[in-house]
């Protein structure tokens, strides 16, 4: 369907599965959780210890951050790799971080464990080419305004050079509610699992931009049947310097973690 060679379900029946160090991706349950941004070393140190206690399997952070305004906080870049990177080897956390410009997947790469693709950039097609050959896994995520086809198109582009350990990554859309940041689209992870053979996984922060939803949406995702759950956790969410009213504190990342996995137990209980 839809023209895709590599990513649909025609091309390969069997479910793809990756190791990202002892993590099985597509078979482990993935919780990739962190601050929305690498704001100094010890913020992105203490919400590793956060996230590690409370039992997510990978770390994320923005260094180089796609903000609406030119004058919001743009990230720290490469100083920010080393932050992040750094937390991530002294929690045993591979780091999962955003890429936003084609001249700097190579520096990603080095520190990079997954390099994200942004909602505003999942139809760059050069940026696509560019880590389709970067020989690091690349968690993709869904254009704001795109449907499952451009998407999956997105995804047979990193693929068509040689990468396929690509990740989807659901993370609402653009509707006529302003309630929320966006409208998660869970039916679209429900589709997905019809339509291609890759891992699906839900940011429910991005989606909901608010943190007292994150708890619901993380647990229907589950039900929905992802693969894992993008979370922003902060240290001290209110002095976060962006999307400081989507993300979680170790308080409320414990609990939900505590639901994660009750959630999941129950699934499998379900499909046994
Ligand atoms: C992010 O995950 O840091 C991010 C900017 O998300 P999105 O591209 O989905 O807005
Ligand atoms: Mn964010």
Known sequence: MYGLKLAGLEAQEKRT?????????????????????????????????????????????????????????????????????????AFGLPIVTEVTDTRDVFLISEYADVLQIGTRNMQNYSLLVEVGRCGRPVLLKRGMNATIEEWLNCAEYIMKEGNHDVILCERGIRTVETYTRNTLDLSA????????????????????????????????????????????????????????????????????????????????????
Do not use: W
């Open 17 to 89: 599965e990756f190791k990202v160090s002892d993590i099985t991706v597509g078979r482990d349950f993935l919780v990739i959780a962190g601050p929305c941004s690498v704001e100094s070393e010890e913020q992105v140190m203490k919400a590793a210890e956060i996230v590690k206690k409370a039992g997510a399997n990978m770390l994320r952070g923005g260094a180089y951050k796609p903000r609406t305004s030119p004058y919001s906080f743009q990230g720290l870049g490469r100083v920010g790799l080393q932050y992040l990177k750094k937390a991530g080897d």
């Open 189 to 272: 992870v429900a589709a997905l699992k019809e339509l291609t053979h890759l891992p699906v996984v839900v940011d429910p922060s991005h989606a909901t931009g608010r943190a007292e939803m994150i708890g619901p949406m993380s647990l229907s995702a589950v039900m929905a049947g992802c693969d894992g759950l993008e979370i922003e956790v902060h240290p001290s969410p209110k002095d976060a310097l962006s999307d400081s009213a989507q993300q979680l504190d170790e308080e409320g990342f414990d609990a939900l973690m505590e639901k994660v996995r009750r959630t999941i137990k129950f699934r499998e209980s379900l499909y046994e």
